[in-house]
T-cell receptor
Framework: DAGVTQSPTHLIKTRGQQVTLRCSPK?????VSWYQQALGQGPQFIFQ???????QRGNFPDRFSGHQFPNYSSELNVNALLLGDSALYLC????????????FGPGTRLTVT | AQSVTQPDIHITVSEGASLELRCNYS??????LFWYVQSPGQGLQLLLK??????LVQGIKGFEAEFKRSQSSFNLRKPSVHWSDAAEYFC?????????FGAGTRLTVKP
């Protein structure tokens, strides 16, 4: 079992650009959540996808959007990048829409210059 | 306002010594409680969780945590720390589908 995988590992973008991050959930998991972890802070919930729909959203602007595919994999898109978007983006998967057994991927480190 | 607090930003302990990491929450009701560990360059790994019942919870890697309702705390403990325990530790709470993490405590282990 490969667990939760994320790509790319690292990414450098320029302010104003757009970025897409990808996540494949653990086998048997149908729900994907995304988190932003700024340096020196705990993860902050961005949104959760279940049955290809955004089920829940944290306090993030509309520049952050996502998608879930029929195979349960997911993408996180961020438009009009700001310097403050530099962070580690974590994907977590669960069987069902609970947070009780979240499995996290290694994350994508995004640097905005 | 609902919040999760980890009062200690950084803790250093000697290998073999005991460890206690603090977590306090401020919620109107008892949330579900979790401890995660994050090694450098890694994602988060669940150490243990508390939903209800026995207030002393056993986790992986020899960790345990005790829920104290009167103190709104869920402190993580380990009787004897190993060098491989050096990492960042996060307390997290979930109440009505709202999941929040504390800011983390960085653990350094001295040889």
């Amino acid at each position: 079992d490969a667990g939760v995988t994320q790509s790319p590992t690292h990414l450098i973008k320029t302010r104003g650009q757009q970025v897409t991050l990808r996540c494949s959930p653990k086998s048997g998991h149908d729900t994907v959540s995304w988190y932003q972890q700024a340096l020196g802070q705990g993860p902050q919930f961005i949104f959760q996808y279940y049955e290809e729909e955004e089920r829940q959203r944290g306090n993030f602007p509309d520049r952050f959007s996502g998608h879930q595919f029929p195979n349960y994999s997911s993408e996180l898109n961020v438009n009009a990048l700001l310097l403050g978007d530099s962070a580690l983006y974590l994907c977590a998967s669960t069987p069902g829409t609970t947070y009780y057994e979240q499995y996290f991927g290694p994350g994508t480190r995004l640097t905005v210059t | 306002a609902q919040s999760v607090t980890q009062p200690d930003i950084h803790i250093t302990v000697s290998e073999g010594a005991s460890l206690e990491l603090r977590c306090n929450y401020s919620y109107g009701a008892t949330p579900y409680l979790f401890w995660y560990v994050q090694s450098p360059g890694q994602g988060l790994q669940l150490l243990l969780k508390y939903f209800s019942g026995d207030t002393l919870v056993q986790g992986i890697k020899g960790f345990e945590a005790e829920f104290k309702r009167s103190q709104s705390s869920f402190n993580l403990r380990k009787p004897s720390v190993h060098w491989s325990d050096a990492a960042e530790y996060f307390c997290a709470v979930v109440l009505r589908d709202d999941m929040r993490f504390g800011a983390g405590t960085r653990l350094t282990v001295k040889p």
